[in-house]
């Protein structure tokens, strides 16, 4: 986890605007928008907020998804982390197989702030951290699934796999703010 900070979400979170937050790399990414603005078939959401969506493409893999902006990224693994700690096997009451930690359930966050997203990235990300050091190998080494089924597997792989999820994400935002920079000559100091 140190690592993920220091390389990947402290360039991702740090100072980060809200011009950036809503940046279009290309025409046609997904993003945050108002309901009435939504571009997709499926928004995700229950506010006046929503997230682009398409089942389709997303859930069902028929198709790929388009470039994304770096508010879409940050609902997608925003509260991650403090859901993860959460979990069962690191003392909390959700379970891996209920797809608590998963971006996809009814009541995950939609971000409309820079603020509010880096808030609740940080916030979870110490959570989690916390929930980890308190585990035992006990407590990772116990048997949970992920949602959508399969076969059991062990805690820490679980843990494993968000922390990935988690990073690799990160590193798109950071990709996306570097593109942001270069598209107009911006600085990158």
Known sequence: MLFIEMFTLNRA???LSQDEFFWEPVAGSWSVRRRDECRTPNPFGTGDWVVDLDDAIAVEGKGFEPLTTIAWLFWHFGS???????????????????????????????FTTPSEAVEVTRT???????AIRASTDDD?????????GGPPAPGYQALASLLN??????????TLRDLYRAVDGRSFG
């Open 13 to 15: 979170w740090s100072d």
């Open 124 to 130: 979870g990300w110490r959570a989690l951290d916390q």
């Open 80 to 110: 991650m982390a403090g859901r993860a700690a959460e979990l069962d096997f690191l003392g909390g009451t959700k379970s891996a197989e209920s797809g608590w930690p998963s971006p996809f359930l009814g009541d995950h966050p939609v």
């Open 165 to 174: 999820e988690i990073s690799h994400h990160g590193t798109q935002v950071c």
């Open 140 to 148: 990772l080494e116990q048997n949970t699934r992920f949602w959508g």
